[in-house]
């Protein structure tokens, strides 16, 4: 009867016009639950399978983020290092303030930006697009401004776009706020600059590999191409349509696409291997990634009253924010029932995921909609997902 409800739920969602999705919930190593409903491809009745890539989009941040925490075990990164330790030009920076006629204006920060502003969304900068060279705030401006030479370039590596941006002028006095945005891209550089190798590589040879996860990778291979689910939106009549994203040319090979850090692709039950490690204390079948103690840090709450109000909003009630995480600390604000402590993201493109360690268990849901829709059906599966456990 439990697995009944989550099919139902599922099933309800494709039934509203949802093209596809797919669920999988583990526990201490054992498949719970494995649901694909829906298309992969609408068009060419191609259903959804267990096989089907989909991208992950700001999901790519818990590798990164999981990466990050094994370095810091194994002693390479310290969290109250300046992040010019790796980046000279980061040595100085500027912060924003505005004056009592409202004026805005450049200033010194009181200090540098740490590697833990890195990993808590701290460091003042949000993502910056080329529309935003005419936007009205100051920080934005400024980051359009540095990075307008690498855009007309057309393609530039990662530690070129940290270099050009150790220029612009930060929102606020890195670590007082919370700001989703660019500290994801400049905490893949220092895994660069820490393991020399692309941020990439380092995740394979960190996690992917070692946990088995052949599906999961940032640029096409093999057959990915045609497993990957194609990109839907839904229209004003609530119908959904074929479309595309410039950003699936950061999945081509070849350096004439490369435009920063890629994002990662994977398939449900490879990005379940991950979540399952975390959810078990850092290992899975037999196989050790980490500590038990570093993923509790990492699932530690860091946010202060004023970051809180900065993070919080309906789809976040009742969780914190610990090392590159979303950690739930107030079950009943958000109606969860889940456990504390239960940690994970979510994807621009809809997927979403958790673990949880206190029952050892993991939940990851995928779909490909752009924009995602902006309805709570992620706090439902959560829901039913969590009802299935004993």
């Not at 583990?26 to 991208?55: I, W």
């Not at 818990?62 to 390479?76: A, D, H, I, K, S």
């Amino acid at each position: 009867m439990k697995y009944e409800n989550v099919d139902r739920l599922l099933q309800s969602f494709v039934d509203q016009g949802l093209p596809g999705c797919t669920l999988h919930i583990a526990q201490h190593g054992k498949t719970l639950y494995e649901g694909c409903f829906g298309y992969a491809d609408v068009e060419n009745k191609v259903k959804m399978t267990p096989s089907n890539v989909f991208r992950m989009a700001s999901m790519s941040k818990l590798p990164l983020y999981t990466t990050l925490m094994v370095l810091y075990e194994r002693g390479l990164l310290v969290m109250d290092d300046p992040i010019s330790k790796y980046f000279p030009e980061w040595k100085t920076s500027k912060k924003v303030v505005r004056d009592a006629d409202g004026t805005e204006r450049a200033v010194p920060t009181d200090r540098p930006v740490l590697v833990k502003d890195v990993m808590t969304m701290a460091c003042g900068l949000p993502y910056c697009f080329p529309a935003m060279k005419d936007s009205k705030n100051f920080t934005e401006r400024s980051m359009a401004s540095c990075l307008a030479p690498l855009w007309d370039k057309g393609s530039y590596g990662l530690r070129e776009e940290i270099r050009a941006l150790s220029e612009a002028v930060l929102a606020f006095e890195p670590g007082t706020h919370w700001m989703y945005g660019y500290s994801s891209e400049l905490a893949a550089g220092l895994i660069e600059a820490i393991c020399d190798k692309p941020a990439n590589d380092a995740f394979a040879d960190i996690l992917f590999k070692p946990l088995g996860m052949t599906d999961t990778a940032p640029h096409y291979f093999g057959d990915i191409r045609e497993r990957m689910v194609r990109l839907y939106a839904q229209k004003p009549d609530g119908t959904f349509e074929l479309t595309s994203t410039d950003m699936d040319l950061k999945h081509e090979p070849g350096e004439e696409n490369q435009k920063g850090n890629p994002r990662l692709f994977s398939t449900g039950r490879d990005y379940t291997r991950l979540m399952q490690m975390l959810a078990c204390g850092g290992e899975l079948d037999g196989v050790r990634i980490m500590g038990r103690k570093t993923i509790d840090l990492m699932r530690t709450n860091t946010l202060n009253e004023q970051q809180m109000r900065d993070f919080t909003d309906d789809y976040n009630k009742g969780y914190g924010y610990g090392y590159g995480v979303r950690t739930l600390i107030d079950k009943s604000l958000g109606n969860n029932n889940g456990s504390f402590g239960a940690f994970g993201w979510t994807g621009g493109f809809g997927t979403w995921c958790e673990a949880d360690p206190e029952d050892g268990v993991s939940i990851v849901f995928m779909q490909n909609l752009f924009p995602a829709l902006d309805n709570n059906i992620h706090g439902q599966i959560r829901t039913v997902s969590y009802s299935m456990i004993e």
